[in-house]
Every structure is written in structure tokens, then in C-alpha cells.
């Protein structure tokens, strides 16, 4: 496979970054921040399934570390797994949340623009919603 095209986006956060880890980590919350991926999200046995604009999508992340890891893949309806890196690092007394975005093998780069501002829409809200707490 040849390598994806990429992007880094991040975002800075007036919140500690242990709590902006558990907040995220945490798949009940995705509808609240991650609208450009969840609708709404429910437990079906060991998997989590959010009803996405792309359909039922199962989301995994990654096992709760010390580390700020909280990459995660999504299956989309397709079957095609979807790996999404993704990161709470220390900023002083607040986070710097940082998200890699890979374009995907037969997106267009309209498609792919239009996935960016999502993201860049999704780690908004969260900031939203970790400085107003």
C-alpha cells in the first residue's frame, strides 16, 4: 500500500489533561463532542456502535494507558477499518489534543477537506465542553 496523505490538526485546551483523557476515552461522550462521527453510541456486547452519517460504525479505542493514547479505529459499514491516531499531551496546566487524519485510499480531496473540517469541528466542541466544566 502506498503511504496515505496526511494531517496533523490539534487544538489547546484550558483543562487537565487527565480529565480530558477520561472524558474522551470514555464512549458514552463521543456523542457530545464527536458529532461528525456520532449521532449516538450504545454498548452491543464487548463493542461499542455509533450511528454515524456514514451508517452503524463500530469504534474501538485503544486500552486505557498512562500514556494520553487514545488512537482508535472505526469499521464502517463496509467492513473497511479505519485507524485514527489520536493524543492528550500536558500544555502547561492545560492539554494539547492532537488528531491525525489519513486520507483514505478512494477519498477525493473534496471528501478529504470536508473530513478535516469535521475533525477541526469535533476537537472545537470538546474544547467547548472542557473549558465550560
Known amino acids: 500500500m502506498a503511504l496515505l496523505k496526511s494531517?496533523?490538526?490539534?487544538?489547546?485546551?484550558?483543562?487537565?489533561?487527565?480529565?480530558?483523557?477520561?472524558?474522551?476515552?470514555?464512549?458514552?461522550?463521543?456523542?457530545?463532542?464527536?458529532?461528525?462521527?456520532?449521532?449516538?453510541?450504545?454498548?452491543?456486547?464487548?463493542?461499542w456502535i455509533a450511528e454515524s452519517p456514514m451508517g452503524s460504525v463500530k469504534v474501538k479505542?485503544?486500552?486505557k494507558n498512562k500514556f494520553g493514547i487514545l488512537d482508535h479505529d472505526v469499521t464502517l459499514p463496509s467492513g473497511i477499518k479505519v485507524s485514527n491516531p489520536m493524543r492528550v499531551m500536558p500544555n502547561g496546566n492545560g492539554s494539547e489534543i492532537i488528531f491525525t487524519l489519513f486520507q483514505q485510499p478512494d477519498m477525493s480531496d473534496e471528501d478529504y477537506a470536508r473530513d478535516i473540517g469535521l475533525v477541526q469541528q469535533d476537537l472545537q466542541n470538546l474544547k467547548t465542553i472542557m473549558e465550560s466544566a
Open 7 to 47: 494531517r496533523t490538526l490539534s487544538i489547546s485546551i484550558d483543562c487537565n489533561p487527565k480529565k480530558a483523557y477520561e472524558f474522551i476515552l470514555n464512549p458514552v461522550n463521543l456523542p457530545k463532542w464527536a458529532k461528525g462521527l456520532s449521532g449516538s453510541i450504545k454498548k452491543v456486547g464487548e463493542a
Open 61 to 63: 479505542f485503544a486500552d
